[in-house]
């Protein structure tokens, strides 16, 4: 029996992309049918991807440089 912390860590991002074996479709939608909480969470999770593709800004070259920089300094750090 699949829980629903399995179908939204394990396999919501697969199940969207449609890279799942149709056994494992199955099973998910067998849950959906019987969870309204994670209909509800895939639902809301779709739309959600639609709206950040609609909107993704390319970021300026400056603030990736600015970007890259944090981060490295941030990992140097967490090596020491």
Do not use: W
């Not at 399995?6 to 494992?24: C, K, M, Q, R, T």
């Not at 895939?42 to 440089?65: C, D, F, G, I, W």
Request: a negative charge; one cysteine or more; charged letters at 30%.
């Amino acid at each position: 029996m699949l829980t629903c912390k399995e179908f939204i860590e394990d396999f919501l991002a697969d199940y969207l992309d449609a890279g799942l074996s149709p056994e494992v479709v199955a099973d998910l939608e067998r849950h959906l049918a019987n969870c309204p909480p994670c209909l509800t969470y895939l639902n809301t999770y779709k739309r959600t991807r639609e709206l950040v593709s609609r909107t993704a800004a390319e970021m300026p070259p400056e603030m990736k440089a600015i970007l890259r920089k944090f981060l490295l300094e941030q990992l140097a750090k967490d090596k020491t």
